[in-house]
């Protein structure tokens, strides 16, 4: 590979074959992606139009990034053989979870550079140590209080007051692991709930609405942040993304602040989604992923550099992508039988996105369409 500029005789080549590890990676490298779902599948696609080549790692078989990956080690997280094999498969390592075993990002770790960072991953895998994280940034959150025995809920009742919400510190997505509080009396019922795990208690945000900011920073420190993104979740789950998000303007331009402040504070690599909600009082962090998201997927049709392109961009140590936003875009979850939807909207100019995936299961995500919904506003 000798760069890709290769045949501009012209032009100097960007990326130089005495590739060092601080150097973007060159045209034909491999990024190594942990997981391997829709996120990894649009990374792989969006790697692919770069000239980069995908491996993934991903304990099942017909998983929607192995379709169009380069290769797919199909292990364990417990199976350090093969995670060393895929070390030895890739420049770099990324993931499209957070949920991932200590031990294996240990073992990899020790073999090859993964984007974002451990520090990262680990304010974003503990929702106390998040809260924490951001509230020492001067960020504000929802009231919280560690829960680990029913003193502790009692006590963090007393000082938070209710309605509350009590969260499994760890592994929660998509509104599982959550037990709402509306009355002290429940809090035996939540606690039970909570099946012995560790968790927090969080004051009820009286929100108007929740929004994101999809953010990414390269290993050079540049950052770049799309436009808000104004969300509506059911069920916990993600249904749609609007943009532009109905903020004033100083509400758009803390929410970028605030989520490059975040990545900086990080040292972080790659493209972040902040989760917001907005309040009378000001913009509340709910959490972080620290990797590309849903509420993102909007940017695939109203952006010329998707967040995709834009996380393999910043792990590859490439120049960001401009994120600037051409068209409105209204994005919607297709969720189980919203599937039986796509017929339809195959007969509009709405632009489908389908993960592949052979079983349609309720609450399961199938795939998204974006629907352009006029230019964006300069
Ligand atoms: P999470 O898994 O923390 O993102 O929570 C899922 C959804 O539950 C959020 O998108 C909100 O709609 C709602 N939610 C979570 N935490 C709170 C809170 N402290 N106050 C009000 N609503 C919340």
């Known amino acids: 590979h000798s760069g890709l500029m290769r045949g501009v005789r012209h032009c100097r080549p960007l990326f130089q074959k005495s590739h060092k590890m601080s150097d973007p990676l060159p045209v034909g490298a491999t990024i190594g992606i942990l997981g391997g779902g829709q996120l990894g599948r649009m990374l792989s696609v969006a790697a692919s139009r770069l000239g980069l080549k995908t491996c993934i790692f991903e304990p099942s078989a017909e998983c929607p990034a192995s379709h169009v990956a380069d290769r797919h080690i199909q292990a364990g997280y417990d199976d350090a053989a093969a995670l060393a094999r895929f070390a030895d498969a890739c420049d770099v390592i990324t993931y499209e979870f957070e949920n991932i075993p200590t031990a294996a990002l240990d073992t990899l770790e020790a073999l090859r550079p993964i984007h974002p960072n451990r520090r990262a991953l680990a304010t974003s895998q503990d929702r106390l140590t998040e809260k924490t994280f951001l509230a020492e940034l001067g960020l504000t959150t929802a009231p919280f209080a560690n829960v680990e025995s029913a003193p502790d809920l009692t006590h963090a009742i007393d000082a938070i007051g209710t309605p509350a919400i009590l969260k499994t510190r760890r592994m929660g997505y998509d509104g599982k692991g959550q037990a709402r509080i509306m009355a002290p009396s429940d809090a035996d019922a939540a606690l039970q709930s909570m099946a012995g795990s560790a968790a927090i208690l969080e004051g009820f945000v009286d929100f108007t609405k929740e929004v994101s900011v999809i953010a990414a920073r390269n290993p050079q420190g540049e950052v770049a942040c799309y436009d808000p993104g104004e969300n509506v979740h059911k069920d916990g789950i993600l249904r749609t993304t609007v943009v532009p998000a109905t903020l004033t303007a100083s509400q758009q331009m803390d929410a970028v602040l605030l989520a490059a402040k975040i990545l900086n504070a990080l ?41 995709f392109e834009q996380h393999v961009r910043a792990v590859a140590g490439w120049p960001l992508g401009d994120g600037s936003r051409h068209s409105n875009v209204t994005m919607q979850n297709l969720i189980g039988d919203d599937m039986d939807a796509v017929p339809a909207a195959a007969k509009t100019p709405a632009a489908i ?26």
């Open 267 to 307: 040292d972080y690599v790659g493209v972040m989604g902040v989760e917001l909600f907005v309040t009378p009082k000001g913009l509340i962090v709910n959490e972080v992923a620290p990797r590309v998201h849903n509420s993102g997927h909007w940017t695939q049709n109203g952006c010329v550099i998707d967040q």
């Open 353 to 378: 996105h389908l993960y592949g995936k052979a079983d349609v299961k309720a609450g399961r995500k199938m795939g998204h369409i974006n629907r352009i919904t006029g230019p964006a506003q300069s």
